[in-house]
């Protein structure tokens, strides 16, 4: 699996969009970006997902540069609950569920 | 809530000792996949469990031993405990099989060895 860095963390104002980047430069076509967050105490929770297209849901979205080198996760509005720790994860599809977690970005989100 | 249930929540443990930790995963799942996190760090791999059988195993040594039963529910052991596996452990359920399933973690077992 591709490695991917992450700054180490980032403040957000609450009700502000949180940009939170991404480098992923030696992933290979196969390979999907993933991002989970983990809040303190908690599990990591999965967020979305994407190979090269740009994808939303409910909770984010994830923006992928052309060449893939890179991505953006987006929370549009930034809420107190969002403060957590963001993993990126780039791995190949497949049926075999290991993650490869690096250190992630701590966001911080005040009033 | 993920519905992945992990007991206990918390533990205290002697060095030498020998520990089970229980998982149960999300109903319908039938992949489970237990992680090791050190303070700070990220989520390690220890290894999956599909259809009762380990089938991936990340860089841990074999005193880290696991089982998957019938219902899917599965355990994770640790022999002659070292003071450096004390970390918080997650176990995480999806539904198997498929490409790019989502993971669903339990909240972890805080181990702490003295």
């Known amino acids: 699996d591709a490695k991917t860095t992450q700054p180490p963390s980032m403040d957000c104002a609450e009700g502000r969009a949180a940009n939170l980047p991404c480098n992923h430069s030696?992933?290979?076509?196969?390979?999907?970006v993933y991002w989970y967050r983990q809040i303190h105490s908690q599990g990591p929770q999965y967020i979305i997902h994407g190979l090269k297209n740009n994808e939303t849901n409910e909770m984010a979205s994830l923006i992928i540069t052309e060449d893939r080198k890179s991505s953006t996760l987006i929370l549009p509005h930034a809420t107190l609950r969002d403060t957590a720790v963001y993993y990126c994860i780039v791995r190949v599809a497949a049926s075999f569920q290991k993650l490869v977690f690096g250190t992630g970005t701590r966001l911080l989100v005040s009033p | 809530e993920t519905g992945v249930t992990q007991s206990p929540t918390h533990l205290i443990k002697t060095r030498g000792q020998q520990v089970t930790l229980r998982c149960s995963s999300q109903s319908g799942h039938n992949t489970v996949s237990w992680y090791q996190q050190a303070l700070g760090q990220g989520p390690q791999f220890i290894f999956q469990?599909?259809?009762?059988?380990?089938?991936g195993r990340g860089n841990f040594p074999p005193r880290f031993s696991g089982l998957q039963f019938p219902n899917y529910s599965s355990e994770l052991n640790v022999n002659a405990l070292e003071l450096d596996d004390s970390a918080l452990y997650l176990c995480a359920s999806s539904l198997g099989g498929l490409a790019n399933e989502k993971l669903f973690f339990g909240s972890g077992t805080q181990l702490s060895v003295l």
């Open positions: 469990y599909y259809r009762e059988e380990e089938n």
């Open positions: 030696t992933i290979s076509g196969n390979e999907y």
